[in-house]
């Protein structure tokens, strides 16, 4: 009996290593803190980031090498639920909006954090990948119809945060940094792809299929090897006994 107590305390305890690396990546990050630009219904720039409200804006958002992050209304204003998440190979995704969705884009020209800065939005690329189906995405400050954005907005992973009052819609006077323009001769470093040692399927990007959306390989790898060490360790200690 006391062999079946450690070893169920033992998987537990892998379990909760394999979990916390991947949530704490993402929960509480703000994707407008490292972005170099963003825009409602745009095209994303180079460590930028885009919201995309309509499927039919998708083909020119310039997605090919970014993190898409489908998400659906909850029952609270402003709070939206991750439905998949898509990692960019080369391509356009072939993603439908559903009715309510919306699509949000990040971009980074790297995945290593050593680079950040030269690629500042790399933080935001990691934490995009890490959410997961049912990870909340709690939007302030932003009007999806006007496309507006306050300056005080954020787009933050996690939580249920402050939600967006839309009775009282963004400063229309000052949209998402329109004094910058997104150079669409020069597409989010499509020369420099993204991950491109790992692409995602581009066979499963329909809103039906959820493609696995991180590159935590190294994760797993670490909790196997804990694992193997952790059973190791209880079995000389049963057997001392």
Do not use: R
């Not at 995945?111 to 995405?137: F, R």
């Amino acid at each position: 009996m006391k062999k079946i107590i450690v070893l169920i305390s033992c998987l537990a305890l892998v379990f909760s290593l394999a979990v916390l690396p991947v949530s704490a990546e993402a929960d509480g990050f703000d994707f407008l803190s490292t972005a170099s630009k963003f825009e409602v219904n745009g095209s994303v720039v180079g460590e930028g980031v885009v919201l995309v409200t309509v499927s039919d804006n998708i083909p020119s958002s310039n997605l090919k090498w970014a993190i898409s992050v489908v998400l659906a209304p909850t029952d609270t204003e402003g709070v939206y639920s991750v439905v998949f998440v898509h990692t960019g190979d080369g391509t356009d995704p072939a993603i439908t909006l559903e009715d309510g969705q919306v699509l949000l884009g990040v971009h980074s020209s790297t995945s290593n954090t050593d680079q950040a800065s030269e690629y500042p939005n790399v933080y935001g690329k990691l934490a995009a990948q890490a959410l997961e189906a049912g990870d909340t995405v709690v939007f302030s400050g932003i009007d999806f119809e006007a496309g507006t954005v306050s300056e005080d907005a954020s787009i933050v992973a996690g939580g249920t945060g402050a939600p967006t009052d839309e009775s009282e819609p963004a400063n229309e006077s000052a949209p998402a940094d329109e004094s910058v323009p997104a150079d669409e001769s020069a597409p989010a470093s499509e020369s420099t792809p993204a991950d491109t040692s790992a692409p995602a399927d581009a066979s499963d990007n329909s809103v039906t299929e959820a493609p696995a959306g991180g590159n935590n390989t190294w994760i797993y790898v670490a909790c196997g090897v804990a694992a193997v060490i952790i059973v190791a360790v209880v079995v000389v200690m049963v057997k001392k006994k």
